[in-house]
Structure formats: C-alpha cells, structure tokens
C-alpha cells in the first residue's frame, strides 16, 4: 500500500545551523507533497509544499526539493532559530486528495 | 484560524463507550477528512467525505463510522471504545481543486482519552 518514510526521528541542531529532512515515497501516483509543523496539541499547519511539476520550491529560510525518479523529497530549514523546534511531518497525495503521512522529526534548535 | 472547527476539543470517557465528533468544514469546502493521531501510529488518514458521500477509506476500524451531512458538517462516531482508541482526531477540509495555493485545511483537533 501507499507508504511515506521519514528520516530522521530526532534532529538536534544549534541555533543557526541548517536542518534537513529526508522522506521517501512508494505510490508514484503521489504529485502533491507538502511539509507540516505541528507545536504540541495543535493541529499540523502547512509550512511549504511542492507539486511534482517542480523540483524546488523556496519559502524564505524554508525549502523544498523533490527528485521524482528517486521518489524523494525533502525539507531544508536555513539559519535555525529556536522557535522552529516542533514536529514536522512530511505527506504525500494524488491531486491534494487524503494524505499520507512520514512519522514525523522532533526537531529541537538549542540557542 | 483555519475555519475548520471541531467539537469537543477534549472527550474522556470509559472503554465501551460510543462517542461522537463533529467537524465543520470551511465554508464552500466540499471534502471532509478525518485522520487520527496516536502516539504510536502518528498520523493516519481514516476516512474521507465528497459532498455527503463517502470518498477514500484509509485504516478505518469497523468500529467507527463517519457521515457527512447536506450542510457538509460531518460527524466521527466511535464505538466499543478500547484504550487504544485514546488520540487526537483532526478533520481537515478541502476546496477539490487541485492547483497551486490549494490546501487542506485542518481543524483544531479533538483529544479523546478513553479510560
């Protein structure tokens, strides 16, 4: 079935430093893949996503990257602050439709 | 905001309960999704609802059911509930067309502790 794995669990990084996570998708049907943070007890929020007619995408200190042959994607958070620690899960979808879910990166910045 | 809402927003209960969770779409989203949240299993779609019918069905236990009603509120019911039942179940709304700018939008989630 539709698979989506998340690399790595844990992320510790100094304030400052450059973040990345990898996920890795099995339906090659997926074309919609966007990146959520979710804060503890609170809904995932939307941070960046990438359609597969492109293969980066740049939000300010936030990007994306997307190799479709290999069925990877991943997340790149430049000069780390603290207040970008949180879980971040990355999905895959078919044309924005149901998500299927990475098991999420517990990213901490320490200042 | 997302204008997504979900009621309760927390639910404790006893195990072979039956309990119900409500969500309202933003308005003119056609697509409901429910997915839960464990710690265990992270974040799983359950079910999915199209303009009161029913979609996409994910790793959805027999237990629970879900409808979608002609104002496209849509309701989460759960049965015999277990421990394991015990999470954090988000419903996400959607406009249907898939183009640049379009997102799920999620609610803020219902925590249901079943004891």
């Known amino acids: 079935g539709e698979n989506v794995e998340q690399h790595p669990s844990t992320l510790s990084v100094q304030e400052g430093d450059s973040a990345v996570i990898k996920c890795t998708y099995s339906d090659s049907a997926s074309n919609y893949f966007p990146w959520y943070k979710q804060e503890l007890g609170k809904r995932p929020q939307l941070i960046i996503d990438i359609r597969s007619n492109v293969g980066e995408k740049k939000d300010q200190r936030i990007a994306v990257t997307l190799n479709k042959t290999a069925k990877h994607f991943s997340l790149h958070i430049t000069e780390t602050q603290p207040e970008d620690s949180a879980v971040y899960f990355c999905?895959?979808?078919?044309?924005?439709?149901?998500?299927?879910f990475g098991t999420g990166t517990r990213l901490q910045v320490f200042p | 905001d997302s204008g997504v809402t979900q009621t309760p927003k927390h639910l404790i209960t006893a195990t072979g309960q039956r309990v119900t969770l409500r969500c309202s779409p933003r308005s003119g989203d056609l697509s409901v999704y429910w997915y839960q949240q464990s710690l265990d299993q992270g974040l799983q779609f359950l079910i999915q609802y199209y303009n009161g019918e029913e979609r996409a069905k994910g790793n959805i236990l027999e237990r629970f059911s879900a409808q979608q009603f002609p104002d496209l509120h849509s309701e989460l019911n759960l049965s015999s509930l277990e421990l394991g039942d015990s999470a954090l179940y988000f419903c996400?709304?959607?406009?249907?067309?898939?183009?640049?700018?379009?997102?799920?939008?999620f609610g803020p989630g219902t925590r249901l502790t079943v004891l």
């Open positions: 999905a895959a979808s078919i044309n924005t439709d149901k998500l299927i």
């Open positions: 996400a709304s959607y406009g249907g067309r898939d183009a640049e700018g379009n997102e799920q939008f």
